[in-house]
């Protein structure tokens, strides 16, 4: 027996929004019902912002909370904001969702996309995508490329098993299986590759830069202090404080627990901070 929060079991027997809104700006559908599980999501615009939104779902329990929760999510919210949020955030919010029932978020998430898709064009929605994202991978679930290759990208998915668990492919038959771990292994490779790459002088001296001026000066100022980042040698970062910092008995306190720490932990852990 799968075990659901308090809130999945308020928003499937106390579902919110539920119809359609006539007349509504955007429209997203995800699933279909040859496949189990189907969602239309409806949208209400006042320029940027959604001011309503319903949706009509068949499926499950999960599918009717998912979609639920999604609507309360995105009511009262712009759609740049509304694009950012993901399967994971739909399942976080309320309160988590068993594995075997994560797909239910992904339809939510796809429903949404969909419908930012017709206000900012597919090309917008859908990045670091392999070209062949609208392959059908899983037939008996109609599952594409671009659905799977989000999902694991999102959730963090390393298994075949987890896969099927978040979209449902391969829980059929089994013959995408192949299919679906190839898609697994390229995007580690590919993320991998992507870890391993040195990091070059230049690029660290320009993020301690930016670390320092974003978050480490506004901090000091407030004290009536700052700091200059003067220069990178190997993995030492040579800075001067001012102001009131400049003569501050504590500066040295200053310098190791609140600089170096922010950029060891920003940057690079194994740099050292010295003041100059």
Known sequence: MWDYSEKVLDHYRNPRNVGKIDNADLIGEAGSLACGDSLKLYLKLDGKK???AKFQTFGCG???ASSSILTEMIIGKTLDEAK???NKDIAEELGGLPQEKMHCSVMGHEALE??????YGEDNIQEDLPQSADKIVCTCFNVTENQIWEAIKVNNLKTVE????YTKAGGACGRCKGTIQDLIDTYYKAENKTEEAPVTATQKILKISKVIDQQISPELQKDGGDIEFVDLEGNKVKVRLTGMCQGCKNAQMTIKSFVESILKDKVDSSLEVEQI
């Open 50 to 52: 959604i001011v309503d």
């Open 62 to 64: 999960s599918a009717v």
């Open 84 to 86: 950012q949020i993901t």
């Open 114 to 119: 969909d419908a930012l898709k017709k206000y």
């Open 162 to 165: 987890e896969v099927t668990n």
